[in-house]
């Protein structure tokens, strides 16, 4: 018989750790994807051409590989494919949480009712199929609503499809929405959770349960939940943590998960922990293959690998400790001994002509991985999900400032430069929205509405071309030359202040430029739009 081998569902990004992780345990990597050019497919030992949903081709394919090269393991990571990979793993019979498990932890609806039956914190939600778009704006349906409520695909991740709905005229367009980004076809309209936001990542065997990352969520953007980085270790108090984690365990008991990965998108409300969601395995964002190693010195995806596998954990086992609550499980934790900071850099709507920044001097001591996912020719919108966002930036540190601050500062750098004449980005800088997209996209400096109507005054009464041999910051409007005014950030970072001094060393000066549109641009998009202004 030969060497121990695996199967990895996924070859992007995120599967990277994994491919990496069971290769240094000595498997043989069996790894497929639907995408023959996915970036990790060149370090497979074999790659197949697959679909991830295709669960009895992936169920076959793992049968003849546990009878010709020993299989003794099926995984994922960061992919919506848990479910896949425990339908196989129970036809080939290896170890994985049970295939009914995996679709309660993969479909929203099946998730709430797990919670419902045992009283586990989560949002009262109604159950929408495709076939009854027609009757959304019923009487009866809309009696059930209350604003602000959430609408989510049942099956799907990264926030796509995923919105609030604050009024009645954006219920149609919404719902619509989430249907689109659902496999099944079917989304769930949940009560609105208000409090801050935690990721949480864990480990299940032999009825044991071991919290293996524990990050605070910057989420931003209304009315999309756009999540702009994490930070590991958390900021709350050990009284919520404690909270957190009892209602993250009693809700992993509720969905029958017993071995593998367990990641929670929890909420600490006014009335304490609520669940956002649980899924079976290992969290994507750059959570569980960067930064909780980088925090932990723990390399948390081998440990699911080798429990994949029916091996001891060993690591894990000396690293963790027991968490002092009564559960359901047996509680443990492996603590974070350095932080961690995993910060996004996005862009508005256009084409991108040319990326400035990338090759800066950084600082290596603390930056560890510059993750940039668009380049020239490549169009980029606001992100209204997760996985349309422009790059990722992690560090590490002894010191929770200094590991959040080199993130945001490598990211003030990075400019995206789009090409002129596009239309999107013309109806983006003139705040053009959608009627069910109140406030959205937000200004790129969020100035009060009555500075806002100085300023239209002000530009009104004042147009003219800004002179090529002189500073730009030298003709700031009246209503806008205050310090506080200049120190404010756009989502990149980037104060006003900042902004002005980019745009001159940016700006092409064979160019000439409106004062009116440039400022109105500026205040739209940052830099970005400065910078298109001037086309």
């Not at 980004?181 to 208000?194: A, F, P, T």
């Not at 002894?398 to 109806?427: H, P």
């Not at 009627?435 to 003219?464: R, T």
Request: net charge negative.
């Amino acid at each position: 018989m030969s060497s121990r081998s695996i199967l990895i569902l996924g070859a992007g990004l995120m599967q990277k750790p994994a491919i990496e992780s069971a290769k240094s345990l000595g498997l043989k990597v069996f790894v497929i994807d639907a995408n023959p050019q996915a970036v990790c497919v060149p370090l497979a030992d074999v790659f197949k051409k697959i679909d991830l949903k295709a669960k009895e081709e992936i169920a076959q394919y793992a049968i003849e590989l546990k009878e010709k090269e020993n299989l003794v393991s099926i995984f994922t990571a960061g992919t919506d494919f848990s479910a896949s990979v425990s339908y196989a793993s129970e036809k080939a019979g290896l170890l994985s949480h049970s295939y009914n498990a995996a679709l309660n932890a993969s479909d929203k609806t099946l998730m709430r009712t797990c919670f419902d039956a045992e009283n586990v914190p989560s949002p009262k939600f109604i159950k929408i199929h495709r076939n009854q778009i027609v009757d959304i704006l019923t009487p009866e349906l809309v009696s059930k609503i209350t604003y602000p409520c959430v609408v989510k695909p049942v099956d799907n991740m990264g926030a796509r499809g995923c919105r609030m709905i604050r009024e009645k005229n954006e219920l149609l367009f919404s719902v619509e929405e989430a249907i689109k980004n659902s496999r099944s076809g079917n989304c769930i309209l949940e009560e609105y959770m208000c409090g801050p936001e935690f990721s949480i990542d864990a480990l299940v065997y032999d009825g044991t349960m071991t919290i293996t990352g524990f990050a605070d969520r910057h989420i931003y953007y209304p009315p999309y939940f756009i999540e702009m980085g994490h930070t590991m270790p958390t900021a709350i108090s050990k009284e919520k943590y404690y909270e957190l984690v009892k209602a993250f365990s009693d809700g992993v008991h509720a969905l029958g998960l017993t071995r593998g990965a367990a990641k929670a998108d929890i909420k600490y409300t006014e009335n304490g922990p609520m669940i956002g969601e649980i899924a079976a395995r290992l969290s994507g964002g750059y959570m569980s293959g960067w930064t909780y190693p980088y925090s932990s010195d723990l390399n948390l995806t081998k440990c699911a690998i080798q429990i994949a596998c029916g091996d001891v954990p060993e690591e894990l086992e000396q690293k963790r400790h027991a968490l002092p609550l009564n559960a359901k499980f047996k509680l443990f934790q492996v603590d974070s001994s350095k932080v961690s900071a995993e910060r996004a850099w996005i862009s508005i709507p256009g084409i991108v002509k040319k990326v400035n920044g990338l090759n800066e001097k950084y600082n290596d001591d603390v930056i560890r991985n510059i993750l940039p996912r668009v380049k020239t020719g490549d169009k980029v919108t606001f992100p209204r999900n997760n996985v349309e966002k422009c790059g990722n930036v992690i560090s590490v540190s002894d010191n929770r400032e200094i590991a959040v601050n080199a993130c945001e500062e490598l990211i003030q750098n990075i400019v995206i430069e789009l090409e002129s004449g596009n239309q999107e980005t013309e109806a983006f800088l003139q705040g053009k929205n959608h009627h069910y997209e109140k406030d959205f996209p937000p200004l790129a400096y969020n100035i009060s509405e009555q500075i806002l109507g100085k300023l239209e005054v002000e530009l009104e009464e004042k147009d003219f071309i800004i002179p090529d041999d002189m500073s730009v910051k030298n003709f700031i409007p009246q209503c806008l030359n205050d310090e506080e005014i200049l120190s404010l950030n756009d989502w990149n970072y980037i104060s006003m202040k900042t902004c002005l001094e980019k745009f001159d060393k940016l700006r092409d000066k064979t160019k000439k430029y409106s004062y009116r549109k440039f400022w109105l641009y500026l205040i739209h998009g940052g830099i970005q739009g400065a910078l298109y202004a001037a086309e």
